[in-house]
């Protein structure tokens, strides 16, 4: 090996990540000594298409050439098996050096690559104009008559010349380059932001003079497509200095298959691991092997205007696509509760708990359940509580309990052992008195009755999703991790998730299963199995040394807590990912723990492993998240993924219950990729609505991708509760405040506390005495 340094150098610069490629065409992706593309090539895009890669082709060809193109491509990766219209989309043109981007809004042959903006401006192509005259004064020089043909690139709708070609009938290196400098000179001094290369075009020599360079045109293209900056792979095969693909290879993102600048740090040759160095398609497919190409999830840099707009069409598309979802559900929801019209009737929309009218209960006589449900402590209600007009069945001191007890100073919470303590004992007697209640209850089935078995269903399905996030910290806590619930491997674990998976399972047969009988023998089993998990957990803390602070081990709250918009929205995913493929199923710590498994009950054929995803506080935290480089971020360096060589080489599709900048997803789908784990499909809950798009644009955050929004993330059924913010973003200390003008940022927290001050049992040093304090 001649160049070690260079050798390393480019091993160096495969460790980034990339989320797009830019091929040059002719050398690069075309058979030898032809302009035909190499059939091995094919294959090769349409996996990256299959992937979620933008594949970028750019060339000195204008549309003629580009005609070539879509003749070359556009059958064999159309008629490519499991290829998608909307991946055909990710195919981009840049024509002409990068004047103008091509680029398709639907997938017939004549509408493929039809679209086109240009890159470069109005004065720059009438300056090429200027340029024409200059070229003709050559062409009756005595010293050049006869060695070469100007050819234009047009705009064929309008004739706008874009590009000049100079095709040489001579390969005389003495006549080439004097004419090359001649006009390179005189460019640098009238027209420097026109451009000159060098190259060949059909086994002749070319001058090309362009409005556009490619690395300037590659930067643009980066931007319009919300890419990082720098995070397309470049190949080429003219990467000499005179190369027409010199400006676009001259980086650490660059690689030529043939002519190279011998510089150590760019435009690097493609080595295989003896460390040859290979030439043309062979180079590029290796190459394509080699590099890290994944999908962006989350958009850097992108036009925050151009965004704003189409951003407000999806979400239009989605709120009256969401209508007709809906109504399946609802109507599932009238028949088996025939006094309620809807899910909103049943689930709160606000807070997500099971709600009764309060007319429902005054007329209910001799109930159990009713008088479980009204059980008080101080005299206020202990497991239920009012909003104006109904009963909600989640109660301070159990489901709430820490929301409403926990110190709360300065934007900080602090949750004491005590607390602890108090929430487990809280549980056990809710449970008790659940069991007993409806050991007397003579109907179960009566519709009523249903309704408040679901409240008492829904606290066990809270009890159990904090204990199970209760165990991923604790035995965690300074680890990157994948954790299989579903293995039997954990014992506890695997109680955990077996009591979990038969409780969701008989909310949702309840709720969605059209004439669903209940027994008492069902129920029970559910409590009492639920009651051995709680008793378990609560032993173990006893025995363990008191800490100072429990927040991150028993969390209070979950943010999209309705279990109906999460059973709907992981159907939706269900339906539109439209794949029988055998799948694991990985849920996001704290929001998508629950999700894996709501999935595994909607189609238990598909969804193999449970795994939950758990990022260490370097990664995790929102001031370090927003820190990281995407491009260069590698779990390796972070610690690992502890478990995930048990999972390498395996698909899996990520959960999570809500996405707004979509960093958190992006560093999930980069850390799986990083340990040989591909991720097929993403499943969102709620989506950001329009309101927060100042939030996705500020400082150093990013933007969710919504050209992948029912493509690659599936789901997206609901809105995410914030409030609009009408104030400024950073404090007088420099830190940023999400809360509006009126300390708001969560709607349905508001909606939670509120009813906490209304029911009289919170703690004052707690959040919900904080916001009772500013109310007066």
Same mark, same amino acid.
């Given at each position: 090996m001649e160049n070690k340094i260079m050798y390393k150098n480019y091993l160096k610069s495969l460790e980034q990540k990339y989320n797009a490629v830019c091929f040059d065409i002719d050398g690069t992706l075309t058979l030898k000594d032809s302009n035909n593309i190499d059939p091995r090539t094919i294959s090769m895009i349409t996996d990256l298409l299959k992937r979620?890669?933008?594949?970028?082709?750019?060339?000195?060809?204008?549309?003629?050439? +580009?005609?070539?193109?879509? %003749?070359?491509?556009?059958?064999?990766?159309?008629?490519?098996?499991?290829?998608?219209?909307?991946?055909? %989309?990710?195919?981009?043109? +840049?024509?002409?050096?990068?004047?103008?981007?091509?680029?398709? @809004?639907?997938?017939?042959? &004549?509408?493929?690559?039809?679209?086109?903006?240009?890159?470069?401006? *109005?004065?720059?192509?009438?300056?090429?104009?200027?340029?024409?005259?200059?070229?003709?004064?050559?062409? $009756?020089?005595?010293?050049?008559?006869?060695?070469?043909?100007?050819?234009?690139?047009?705009?064929? *709708?309008?004739?706008?010349?874009?590009?000049?070609?100079?095709?040489?009938?001579?390969?005389?290196? =003495?006549?080439?380059?004097?004419?090359?400098?001649?006009?390179?000179?005189?460019?640098?001094?009238?027209? =420097?932001?026109?451009?000159?290369?060098?190259?060949?075009?059909?086994?002749?020599?070319?001058?090309?003079?362009?409005?556009?360079? %490619?690395? @300037?045109?590659?930067?643009?293209?980066? %931007?319009?497509?919300?890419?990082?900056?720098?995070?397309?792979?470049?190949?080429?095969?003219? !990467?000499?200095?005179?190369?027409?693909?010199? $400006?676009?290879?001259?980086?650490?993102? !660059?690689?030529?298959? &043939?002519?190279?600048?011998?510089?150590?740090?760019?435009? /690097?040759?493609? /080595? &295989?691991? =003896?460390?040859?160095?290979?030439?043309?398609?062979? $180079?590029?497919?290796?190459?394509?092997? =080699?590099?890290?190409? +994944?999908?962006?999830?989350?958009?850097? @840099?992108?036009?925050?205007?151009?965004?704003?707009?189409?951003?407000?069409?999806?979400?239009?598309?989605?709120?009256? !696509?969401?209508?007709?979802?809906?109504?399946?559900?609802?109507?599932?929801?009238?028949?088996?509760?025939?006094?309620?019209? !809807?899910? &909103?009737?049943?689930?709160?929309?606000?807070?997500?708990?099971?709600?009764?009218?309060?007319?429902?209960?005054?007329?209910?006589?001799?109930?159990?359940? @009713?008088?479980?449900?009204?059980?008080? *402590?101080?005299?206020?209600?202990a497991y239920s509580m009012r909003d104006d007009n109904n009963y909600l069945l989640r109660g301070s001191s159990t489901y709430y309990y820490l929301l409403a007890n926990r110190i709360s100073s300065n934007g900080e919470d602090f949750t004491l052992k005590s607390d602890v303590i108090n929430w487990y004992d809280n549980y056990l007697n809710f449970l008790d008195n659940s069991i007993n209640a409806i050991a007397i209850t003579k109907n179960v089935n009566y519709q009523i009755n249903k309704k408040m078995i679901l409240g008492i269903l829904d606290n066990c399905r809270n009890v159990l999703l904090v204990l199970l996030n209760h165990n991923l910290i604790s035995n965690h806590f300074n680890e990157n991790v994948l954790l299989d619930i579903s293995t039997e491997n954990e014992e506890s674990i695997y109680e955990l998730y077996s009591t979990l998976y038969n409780v969701e399972k008989m909310i949702s047969n309840i709720c969605f299963q059209e004439n669903f009988i209940v027994t008492d023998n069902m129920i029970q089993e559910c409590l009492l199995n639920t009651k051995k998990i709680v008793l378990y957990n609560l032993k173990i803390e006893l025995k363990k040394p008191e800490k100072q602070d429990y927040s991150k081990d028993y969390r209070t709250y979950r943010e999209i807590d309705n279990f109906a918009e999460n059973y709907i929205a992981v159907s939706l995913y269900e339906e539109k990912c439209n794949s029988v493929d055998i799948i694991n199923a990985c849920g996001l710590s704290y929001g998508g723990i629950e999700l894996p498994v709501i999935a595994k009950i909607i189609n238990a054929n598909r969804i193999d492993k449970l795994l939950l995803l758990k990022f260490n506080k370097e990664v995790s935290g929102y001031s370090n998240k927003q820190l990281l480089d995407l491009r260069k971020f590698n779990i390796n360096n972070y610690g690992g993924l502890l478990n995930s060589q048990d999972l390498s080489n395996t698909n899996v599709d990520i959960f999570d219950d809500n996405v707004l900048t979509g960093k958190t997803l992006q560093l999930s789908v980069n850390s799986l990729y990083d340990s040989n784990i591909n991720v097929k499909n993403i499943c969102i809950v709620r989506y950001p609505s329009i309101n927060r798009l100042d939030q996705m644009f500020m400082g150093n955050t990013c933007a969710i991708d919504y050209n992948l929004f029912f493509n690659y993330i599936y789901g997206l059924c609901f809105n995410s509760p914030y409030s609009w913010k009408d104030n400024e973003w950073k404090k007088d200390n420099g830190k940023y405040d999400y809360t509006d003008s009126l300390g708001v940022f969560d709607l349905n927290r508001k909606k939670i506390i509120e009813c906490l001050i209304k029911n009289h049992d919170f703690s004052e040093c707690s959040e919900v005495g904080e916001y009772k304090r500013r109310l007066v």
């Open positions: 979620k890669v933008p594949v970028v082709f750019i060339t000195g060809r204008g549309e003629k050439g +580009l005609e070539c193109l879509k %003749k070359d491509i556009y059958n064999q990766i159309k008629n490519s098996e499991n290829i998608t219209n909307e991946a055909l %989309k990710r195919i981009f043109v +840049l024509t002409n050096d990068g004047a103008r981007l091509f680029y398709s @809004k639907e997938i017939t042959f &004549d509408s493929f690559l039809k679209e086109n903006i240009y890159i470069t401006t *109005k004065e720059e192509i009438k300056n090429l104009s200027n340029v024409i005259g200059i070229i003709e004064e050559l062409q $009756a020089n005595k010293n050049f008559k006869n060695f070469f043909d100007l050819k234009f690139s047009k705009d064929l *709708k309008d004739g706008t010349i874009i590009n000049l070609r100079m095709v040489f009938n001579t390969k005389n290196e =003495k006549i080439i380059n004097e004419i090359y400098s001649i006009l390179k000179n005189q460019l640098s001094e009238e027209y =420097k932001e026109l451009f000159i290369s060098r190259g060949m075009y059909k086994d002749l020599p070319v001058i090309q003079i362009g409005t556009s360079r %490619k690395d @300037k045109a590659i930067q643009k293209t980066e %931007k319009l497509l919300g890419i990082p900056q720098d995070s397309m792979l470049r190949i080429g095969d003219c !990467g000499d200095i005179k190369g027409n693909d010199f $400006a676009m290879l001259n980086c650490n993102q !660059g690689y030529s298959v &043939d002519k190279i600048n011998n510089d150590d740090n760019s435009c /690097f040759p493609v /080595f &295989d691991e =003896k460390g040859n160095i290979l030439k043309g398609v062979d $180079a590029t497919l290796y190459l394509i092997k =080699k590099a890290k190409l +994944l999908p962006t999830v989350c958009l850097e @840099k992108a036009d925050k205007a151009e965004y704003q707009y189409h951003f407000a069409r999806v979400e239009k598309n989605i709120v009256l !696509g969401r209508q007709k979802l809906l109504k399946k559900y609802n109507n599932l929801i009238n028949l088996n509760f025939s006094d309620c019209f !809807g899910i &909103d009737d049943l689930f709160d929309r606000n807070s997500g708990c099971i709600k009764i009218p309060m007319y429902e209960i005054e007329l209910l006589e001799n109930s159990p359940l @009713k008088d479980f449900w009204l059980i008080q *402590k101080n005299n206020c209600q």
